[in-house]
């Protein structure tokens, strides 16, 4: 288990770093990137069962916290760069499952989606797909119909 230790999150519901919290704990277990991104902005503990607690993120350097990010990089077999890789890998296989082969290639100036391929994605993935989709393109918006617009505006 984790949870968020910083003032004014300790009882925190809702999303975070599409991580779910409740009360500030989640039972989720994390991966690497997310204990960099969520521990790097505020103060993130891992939870042992036996209530015993440390502080993990990129600004930990408590022993025992560096030690059990080494486990995680060791059990994983991932470090922080193949952790970005593989999100990347996952964005291309929600675009390949959508986008097939042998749909025509865009000619210059048309638009990279067509607005069937982008609602597929929504209707499988919802916002979470879209997000994942259009990170790489530095789009950055708060529903499913401005990410649509803004990917339907990207052109070949």
Do not use: C, W
């Amino acid at each position: 288990m984790y949870r968020l230790a910083s003032d004014g999150f300790r009882n925190y519901t809702g999303i975070f770093g599409r991580v779910q919290f409740e009360n500030g704990e989640t039972s989720q277990e994390l991966t690497l990137r997310q204990i960099n991104n969520i521990g790097g902005l505020i103060v993130l503990e891992k939870v042992l069962e036996n209530g015993d607690f440390f502080q993990v993120g990129p600004h930990s350097t408590d022993p025992i916290s560096l030690a059990y990010i080494k486990h995680l990089v060791e059990e994983t077999g991932n470090s922080y760069e193949s952790t970005l890789k593989a999100n990347d890998d996952k964005v291309a296989v929600v675009v390949d499952e959508v986008v097939t082969t042998d749909s025509p290639v865009a000619s210059k100036g048309n638009s990279l989606f067509s607005i069937e391929q982008l609602e597929a994605v929504a209707d499988k993935s919802g916002i979470v797909g879209l997000r994942e989709l259009s990170d790489p393109y530095g789009i950055k918006a708060r529903s499913v119909s401005e990410i649509i617009n803004a990917l339907l505006e990207i052109t070949v």
